[in-house]
């Protein structure tokens, strides 16, 4: 056997100055999932979803703008038509940040005829309307917040319930934007006309109708067409002012062949779409017809509060229909996630269900609250890629799964293929939700197994996956309902540590014992929650920089993230908010840090509360890394008398000689572009020598001083 062996005696400053870290977003792995690439693998999910659309890139084909409200994050898509006249769409969140924050619910319109679409969105009690500005890239500037709306007894805000979705168009047919919102009660329908000069470019409501349509709203089955709201029909509940059935309502305008306005909308306690059909004129509407199962043959029925958006989706010049949940939450998990955006084609006479899970069927997807982890799975040597979700009802109750993509690339350029989406048959033999995956050294042994957290009705649990491909309960008594275990060696002391993320954000730090056993080290550790701006909800401790030194990169509930310096005690930390990013995540992100192209930087995975993952790149200037591509092996800080940090370009087993050739230290494995911490013998200085060798018995060298 042929023995490569490399004596380096460069040194490496003991300084490694740390840079300020930086990533970009990336779509440069690709996914196949039944033979077939994934388009959008990296899109990052949906739940409860609300599509609109507009012209991004001024190509003059609309594109897709979505917002998600369970995870209150928008997404950007553009679409394009290829030579035979199809129409795809590419994830493309370049042009998120053109959009302000956007909450519970949003509409894109041309309120003012200049051929762009302006923004009307929910403010507190209401909504508000940011104006289009003409120029290269796509602008928005505050027109009105709140919108005021001319009522019966004077000027106040036009109200729209923060949980409903209004109707926003012509409604009356002389070619301005109107209006359509249910009162506070949820039983009628309330018209704003806009009643600013034609051809002014303003907006000026006034509530001119206080029953539009003359219909009346009382429950899933239940609305009675042709009864003015001040008859004496309206039942008592509408009436009583302690018997208010609003909780959520959502609203579409569906022109009919007459050109008028139907009316589409569902409740947030229903499964079903109605649809009212117009059959009186624009200035008088009147609803003799209905349907509560639309569409016939083939109806809409989502988990709870299904709302509609009439878009032309296969670029036809018709308008079809997307229709999905409008809730916040997943209540019970009625709602399939996975499955939660149902496309709808009209074909001149019927509706067609095309698609079940339109987009979403080209994504990582794994319903609701993703939370990813790389892992080498199939010990080939490169990371594989586990995702956990929250769970999703079947026949069995609700159980969540790990779904599993084997890496069938390198490890410098991943390529994964879909090969289970219920790794290990966890949710066969376990009924568990909200899983949460890690990898450690459990064992002691050098080699990382999986660990899983999940939650049960009676608390917190862990399972290892074992080498017989079988899972194994861990009993673990300091866990309580909803709280997070994390075990990492945190202090870098060489043993492992348990941190456990409360429901409150606090955290609470354990030294884990020889014997397994757990002893509380700091009730607060790092006191992160003295901050009331920033609680976490979510985080994970890796080396950003390089330096060898472990940092926290932390998300709160409403996705923003915090770069955490803490003490080596555990009793302090400083933040930083220098976190580049080129997209917003969206609430209930999980980070999980992996170095997922192999060019020794530590880059992040992040689950997203809509149960899809997207990817961010270090792109940090990092000097090891730099270096380690040219000679193989890195040890700092050189000279050295603390922990010194070791990085292998490629797998392999560290030995440590002096002078003489004896061995100082037991040996031990080493990842790939893993830095390992290295606790020096007590007393020794002079001179070291650290050696990297491979199962092919190729070596590398390293001459380390100690102070």
């Known amino acids: 056997m042929k023995i490569l062996v490399f004596l380096f005696f460069g040194f490496l400053s003991s300084e490694i100055i740390a840079q300020v870290p930086s990533w970009k977003q990336s779509s440069q792995i690709p996914v196949k999932v039944n033979q077939s690439f994934l388009t959008n693998p990296w899109a990052g999910g949906f739940n409860s979803v609300q599509v609109e659309s507009m012209d991004l890139n001024a190509d003059g084909l609309e594109d897709w703008v979505i917002f998600d409200r369970s995870s209150q994050k928008l997404s950007t898509f553009l679409r394009s038509r290829d030579a035979s006249g199809q129409i ?147 039942p008592f509940q509408v009436k009583g002012p302690n018997q208010v059935m609003h909780s959520g309502n959502s609203l579409a305008l569906l022109p009919n062949k007459n050109g008028l306005p139907d009316l589409l909308f569902g409740h947030v306690s229903c499964q079903n779409l109605i649809h009212l059909i117009n059959t009186g004129t624009a200035s008088k509407p009147q609803f003799s017809q209905l349907n509560y199962h639309f569409p016939t043959g083939n109806p809409v029925q989502v988990g709870a509060f299904a709302s509609a958006f009439p878009q032309d989706v296969n670029g036809d010049g018709k308008l079809d229909l997307l229709v999905s949940s409008n809730t916040y939450d997943n209540a019970l998990y009625s709602q399939d996630f996975q499955h939660s955006l149902a496309y709808y084609q009209w074909n001149g006479t019927t509706w067609e269900e095309k698609n079940s899970g339109f987009m979403q069927d080209q994504m990582l997807d794994v319903g609701e609250n993703a939370a990813p982890l790389w892992w080498d799975a199939d010990g080939d040597g490169d990371l594989d890629l586990l995702i956990g979700n929250s769970g999703i009802r079947g026949a069995s109750g609700v159980r969540a799964s790990l779904t599993y993509y084997e890496n069938v690339g390198t490890a410098q350029q991943a390529s994964l293929l879909l090969k289970s989406s219920d790794f290990g048959n966890f949710s066969v033999g376990i009924q568990g939700t909200d899983i949460i995956p890690q990898v450690v050294d459990w064992d002691g042994n050098g080699k990382k197994e999986l660990l899983i957290s999940y939650q049960t009705f009676v608390g917190a649990k862990l399972a290892l996956y074992t080498s017989n491909n079988k899972w194994q309960e861990i009993p673990i008594s300091v866990l309580q309902v909803g709280e997070t275990p994390m075990f990492v060696d945190w202090n870098q002391d060489g043993t492992l540590d348990l941190l456990v993320l409360e429901k409150s954000g606090r955290i609470r730090s354990y030294q884990y014992k020889t014997d397994k056993s757990l002893l509380l080290d700091n009730p607060n550790w790092a006191n992160l929650v003295q901050d009331l701006n920033f609680i976490p909800k979510s985080l994970s401790i890796l080396d950003v920089d390089g330096d060898g030194k472990m940092e926290c990169i932390a998300f709160n509930r409403m996705g923003k993230a915090q770069l955490i310096n803490y003490s080596m005690d555990g009793k302090s930390a400083t933040r930083s908010t220098a976190f580049t990013r080129t997209a917003d995540f969206g609430e209930r992100v999980w980070p999980s840090a992996a170095d997922w192209n192999g060019d020794g930087k530590m880059d992040l995975t992040l689950g997203l509360g809509a149960g899809g993952v997207q990817l961010l790149e270090n792109i940090s200037t990092i000097p090891v890394a730099e270096q380690l591509n040219q000679d193989g092996l890195q040890v700092w800080p050189n000279p050295g008398k603390g922990p010194i940090f070791v990085m292998s370009a490629a797998e392999g087993e560290l030995s440590f000689l002096d002078l003489h050739g004896r061995v100082m230290m037991n040996p031990m494995s080493i990842q790939a572009k893993e830095t390992k911490t290295i606790l020096l013998p007590k007393g020794y200085q002079g001179s070291l020598f650290v050696r990297w060798q491979n199962l092919a018995g190729q070596t590398l060298v390293k001459r380390l001083l100690i102070d």
Not at 94 to 106: A, D, G, H, R, T
């Open 88 to 234: 795809s769409q590419v994830y493309s969140p370049q042009f998120e940040s053109y959009f302000p924050k956007i909450e519970n619910w949003f509409h894109l319109v041309d309120y003012n005829g200049d051929g762009k679409k302006d923004l009307f969105c929910s403010a507190p009690a209401g909504m508000k309307i940011y104006q289009h500005i003409p120029g290269a890239n796509v602008s928005f500037q505050i027109l009105a917040d709140p919108v005021y709306s001319e009522g019966f007894s004077g000027k106040i805000n036009l109200y729209v319930a923060a949980s409903d979705i209004p109707a926003i168009g012509d409604v009356d047919g002389d070619g301005d934007i109107d209006v359509l919102a249910f009162e506070p009660a949820g039983h009628y329908v309330e018209f704003h006309e806009n009643v600013a000069s034609k051809g002014s470019g303003l907006i000026q409501f006034k509530k001119t109708v206080d029953c539009w349509g003359d219909f009346i709203h009382n429950d899933c089955e239940d609305v009675v067409l042709g009864k003015s709201c001040s008859t004496t029909y309206i």
